[in-house]
């Protein structure tokens, strides 16, 4: 590949709502949260991550964007302060971050669509199954729609995969503070994208729960843009409470939860669960922090209204 070395960094995220049923062609709401995944990239011979060879099986995303665009001539540095498995996008980060630095460097477009659009089909491939949530909301930042009612956000892209379509909206969201608690447990995306599936497709139940998660998140779409706080939260816990009988809560998650709710509007897992990390939306959030750590959890505030992926070229 020729050209100079370009710096490019994405944002993770939080689901504030919709996890798992998103995937189904249902909404979904999404923050980009202030924690990056950075690269930088510069021509080499082979491809080298960060000074060594890369694997295929440790890092899927970075190996199928590269096996997909036959690029062979790589030097890959990389920087995150999203942790991996966490359920706060990082690897949705690192597909952005990556596409985008790419496709600058190679002169084509790096518009956040067509970021979007790359990193969605990545991750699509490596987790066998995906919704645009992540990629879209690290692509764009701000807050992120999916299939929400018409007039509430502003229609960016539409995505369509087999007998899903999602139509992607900016939303505006008022400030809200939001608390992560990370449980210190990594939890692969795929597995527990594929475990809700089956479920779905052999238990009546299942697809009913997942409807109803539909249902409540576009209720918490108008509560956020009433910043009504006390039904969002309300709604927030409801939908722990679904994620759980589909069996992606685990025990870790549910104390942090539950640890959470005595100072917050409401408490959940937020990403695909299975550990990972969960979210309380809340006026108190040095509580919920004290909280979430007496139970083993490691806690942080987040700040949201960052931007999407953005890359530049450097002269180092
Ligand atoms: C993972 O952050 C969100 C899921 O809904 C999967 C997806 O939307 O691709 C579990």
């Excluded at 970075?62 to 001539?73: C, G, P, Q």
């Excluded at 007039?151 to 369509?160: A, D, E, F």
């Excluded at 969960?278 to 960052?306: H, N, Q, W, Y």
Aim: glycine share 12%.
């Amino acid at each position: 590949m020729k050209g100079k070395c370009v710096r490019a960094s994405a944002p993770g995220k939080l689901i504030v709502l919709g996890e798992h049923s998103v995937v189904f062609g249902k909404p979904a709401l999404a923050l980009a949260i202030d924690r990056r995944f950075r690269c930088e990239i510069s021509p080499g011979s082979g491809i080298l991550l960060n000074g060594t060879g890369l694997s295929p099986r440790l890092h899927p995303h970075i190996d199928t964007i590269l096996r997909k665009r036959e690029v062979s001539d790589l030097n890959i540095i990389t920087d995150s302060n999203i942790p991996s498995g966490s359920g706060l996008g990082s690897s949705a980060a690192l597909s952005a971050a990556l596409i985008s630095a790419v496709r600058l460097m190679r002169g084509e477009d790096c518009g956040e669509e067509a970021v979007a659009r790359e990193a969605f089909e990545t991750e699509y491939e490596v987790q066998g199954r995906a919704s645009p949530i992540d990629t879209s909301t690290s692509a764009h930042g701000g807050g992120v729609a999916v299939n929400c009612p018409e007039g509430m956000g502003k229609p960016i892209w539409n995505i369509s995969k087999g007998e899903n379509s999602w139509t992607v909206s900016d939303i505006p969201v008022p400030e809200m503070t939001f608390v992560v608690g990370y449980t210190g447990i990594k939890a692969a995306t795929g597995p527990l994208v594929e475990k809700v599936r089956k479920y779905k497709e052999s238990n009546r139940f299942a697809s009913d729960i997942i409807d109803e998660i539909g249902d409540l998140t576009l209720e918490g779409m108008a509560a956020v843009s009433r910043d009504d706080k006390e039904h969002l939260g309300g709604l927030m816990t409801r939908d722990h409470k679904l994620l759980s009988i589909l069996g992606v809560s685990c025990r870790e998650l549910n104390r942090l939860v539950d640890a959470s709710l005595e100072y917050s509007y409401g408490a959940k897992l937020t990403g695909s669960g299975g550990g990972g990390s969960m979210i309380a939306l809340t006026d108190e959030p040095e509580k919920v922090c004290k909280a979430i750590s007496l139970r083993g959890g490691e806690p942080f505030i987040v700040r949201t209204g960052v931007p999407g992926s953005a890359a530049g070229f450097t002269n180092s």
